[in-house]
């Protein structure tokens, strides 16, 4: 299957309708022993962030996932992004519209997501509601307070 979105920057990013797969890849994170990858369903995906590269600074694509503790904290105890395993960094400011454009996306997956998940409880409550209705009345008419046709 072809990714939706790919993007490469320190490490490689591709984009899936279900899923996000995160790749060290790289001279430097071999000889780190750093390499591999993560993939991450979409469903786990609870929030994107998203930095341009300009001049000075490294643009990033960063994703918070569920149940996951904050990646990228090094042995000083300090944030660093380029530790994160759920983040990928970019120093060429042409992949700025690239990387917003995936961020847009992934966060209208994430809205989708929210919104059925929601629907889904709703649902649920509605059933359950009328099945106890459903239950009331049936009681009511085996104890005679209400007839047949009530």
Do not use: W
Not at 13 to 21: A, R, S, T
Not at 126 to 133: G, K, L, M, T
């Amino acid at each position: 299957m072809e990714p939706l979105y790919y993007l490469e920057g320190a490490k490689k990013m591709y984009i899936y309708e279900d899923k996000v797969v995160i790749k060290k890849t790289g001279f430097l994170n071999s000889i780190l022993g750093e390499t591999g990858e993560k993939t991450i369903p979409m469903s786990s995906i609870t929030a994107v962030t998203f930095k341009k590269a300009n001049i000075i600074y490294d643009g990033h694509l960063k994703l918070s996932v569920s149940g996951e503790s904050r990646s990228g904290i090094n042995t000083d105890g300090e944030y660093n992004i380029m530790e994160d395993d759920n983040a990928v960094t970019f120093i060429n400011r042409s992949l700025n519209n690239l990387a917003e454009e995936i961020h847009d996306y992934l966060q209208q997956r994430i809205n989708d997501l929210l919104k059925s998940a929601s629907t889904q409880t709703v649902f649920s409550a509605a059933q359950s509601s009328s099945f106890s209705e459903l239950s009331q009345f049936k009681q009511m008419l085996d104890s005679g307070l209400i007839t047949q046709e009530e």
